[in-house]
């Protein structure tokens, strides 16, 4: 069965400040998805990565794919308010479309 | 505009009534889907779709029931069978196979109160 786990699952930051949240998975897959959830509204899809070592980046957030670790990370780089939402990763069971999410990190910045 | 709507986005149900959420999406997506999600959790699925008139349960499919006899629309009924219906509901769409990879699209999302 997928298993699919983030941490952290809370995170408080200082405006400015850069982190990384980790999504680590327990079977092969080679596709990988984050997204952004505001409260009480629905997921924006924020990075497709779709093969091994595939980063992407948009504006202060930046996402990796390693599938031989099976893991992922999201850094924030110079983290400003506009970024507290709740992020989930989702895994694909290859060519199956059966996602699988994490808990989700609830990140928080803070003036 | 493209997209995936849901409606209604609030919706109230007595003790042992029966109630349908609706999902449709114009973004010619194959695969539709339906997740669960509870305060402060992440998402769970439901029931999802790749083809019209199949569909295969998730992981928490009991006490629901899906149809799809339409590309476009994949509604969700809650029945009495489900204990704690009470949940954030959201839809998604997306392609299928290889090529891409399936990116989720989701709707806005129906939350659902048991009164």
Redesign the interface.
Known sequence: ELKVEQNPLFLSMQEGKNYTIYCNYSTTSD?L?W?RQDPG?????LF?L?SNGAVKQEGRLMASLDTKARLSTLHITAAVHDLSATY?C?V?MT?N????????T?LTVKP | DGGITQSPKYLFRKEGQNVTLSCEQNLNHDAMYWYRQDPGQGLRLIYYSQIVNDFQKGDIAEGYSVSREKKESFPLTVTSAQKNPTAFYLCASSHLGFYGGPEQFFGPGTRLTVL
Do not use: H, I, Q, T
Request: net charge positive.
């Open positions: 596709r998805y997204y509204k629905s997921l924006e899809s497709v779709l989930f989702a694909d060519y479309n059966d996602m699988r999410f994490g808990a989700g609830r």
